[in-house]
């Protein structure tokens, strides 16, 4: 798994091009993040017999049939990058937007406590959290904390160095469906990476209050023909497009090896919005 994430950094602390930190620690689940974006760890098929009975002129035969309903691989570990926010050390700093009040919120666009709104073009993130140790099942009462870049490809908190600057972060606790939703922007594209965003799971909102309680680091992939119609259709992405162009998922440093299980689906238009869902898995 590549080790770097080449972020946009803050304008008065960091290069444009900045690498990240060699991958830490992977939370609870250690060694299991070693595995390559191409999935299939711990992978699971949930399957179920039905019995039949069928009585024909006077005969009766029984008869047994297995039905695949579902299927599931763990989510990929991936690095956090250097501005995560979370208390880890990262771009030698260790920013934590998790211990203030008001970071479990579905619309991450503004600063809590603030009116002020990151522009771009709408996007509601869709996550559903499934077990592949459960069958597949869903995952109620997780927490996932969600951060992105801006339209214009820089990161909150570490670009003013302060932590009251927070948008585009936030924490939910997944629904008896296992589902999240967050109300953000489309991220922009910055150099060195394609467009992408970033996710922590943690068994509960209690305990998503520091990196070193997560479960699952992992990073979600985006459409390239839905990112580019996006970007050539608003100019509050103009800065991404040259980005966009010079770059692909296939030689992005965090994709490149795979990206099947870290892909959303996109549906919407630039007037009204988008929705991006996806459906990912850990072994809890």
């Given at each position: ?152 490809g820089n990161y909150s908190v570490y670009t003013t160095q302060s932590v009251d600057d927070n948008q585009l972060r936030g924490v939910q606790a997944t629904d008896a469906n296992g589902t999240v939703r967050f109300t953000t922007i489309v991220p922009g594209c910055y150099a060195g990476r394609v467009p992408h965003m970033h996710l922590e799971v943690y068994r509960s909102l209690a305990t998503a209050t520091a990196a070193a309680n997560k479960l699952r680091t992992t990073q979600l992939a985006f459409p390239s023909a839905t990112m ?57």
């Open positions: 798994m590549p080790t770097t994430d080449l972020r946009p950094a803050p304008p008065r602390a960091f290069s444009r091009r900045h690498t990240l930190e060699t991958l830490g620690a992977f939370g609870a689940l250690g060694s299991l993040g070693l595995l390559g974006c191409g999935g299939g760890e711990d992978a699971t098929t949930a399957t179920g017999t039905t019995t039949t009975t069928t009585t024909t002129g006077g005969s009766t035969s029984t008869g047994t049939t297995t039905e695949t309903s579902a299927s599931c691989a763990v989510v990929p570990e991936e690095t956090a990058g250097p501005y995560p926010a979370d208390g880890s050390t990262a771009s030698s700093r260790n920013y934590n937007v998790l211990g203030l009040a008001g970071i479990v919120r579905s619309d991450i666009r503004t600063s809590i406590g603030s009116t002020a709104r990151a522009l771009g073009v709408p996007l509601t993130v869709e996550i559903t959290l499934t077990s592949t140790t459960r069958n597949c099942a869903a995952l109620e009462g997780y927490a996932i904390y969600l951060w992105h870049c801006t339209a214009d580019g119609t996006i970007y050539n259709s608003s100019s509050l992405y103009s800065a991404s497009i040259r980005n966009f162009n010079s770059i692909s998922l296939a030689t992005d440093n965090i994709f490149s090896d795979g990206y099947d299980l870290e892909m959303t689906t996109m549906t919407g238009n630039t007037t009204d919005g988008y929705t991006a869902a996806i459906t990912i898995s850990i072994a809890s």
